[in-house]
């Protein structure tokens, strides 16, 4: 009987302790897009590695791959990550990170290399750490 009691006792514990350590490894991290623009827009985040580029080079990735395609009007997307943002602002080589607006419209009229090129982009923001806290993590555009 006590050998049963213990391995009950066991199994709630093991039980428990993994649905709180799920619990953490889910855990997001969000900065949001608020769109209050007529048009869909799209969004880059700069955060370098296979991402792209990185403040203070400004110019934009070689691909589209990881820009955000169509934020509807009046709507707001969340950007999010697994990884708290003072830990993602610590690895960049300034305390700033750029987020690229675009008029979805453009992303879909004309190639890549051109919006590249040409720096089709309706509007830049250059953000530090402090910058999102006092935003409470939210972007606005316009």
């Not at 999010?80 to 453009?106: A, Q, R």
């Amino acid at each position: 009987m006590k050998a049963m009691i213990k391995i009950f006792i066991f199994i709630i514990l093991v039980t428990n302790l993994s649905k709180c350590e799920k619990a953490v490894m889910d855990k997001r991290y969000a900065v949001y897009i608020k769109n209050n623009a007529e048009h869909s827009i799209g969004a880059y985040f700069a955060l370098g590695g296979k991402l792209g580029t990185l403040f203070p080079d400004t110019i934009l990735p070689e691909t589209k791959q990881y820009v955000i395609t169509e934020i509807k009007p009046n709507t707001i997307y969340i950007y999010d990550s697994g990884i708290k943002w003072e830990e993602i602002f610590l690895k960049l080589p300034k305390d700033t990170m750029s987020v690229y607006i675009f008029h979805t419209d453009t992303l879909y009229k004309y190639p890549w290399e051109r919006i590249r090129d040409d720096y089709m982009i309706l509007k830049r923001y250059d953000l530090s750490l402090e910058d999102l806290q006092d935003l409470n993590w939210a972007i606005t555009y316009p």
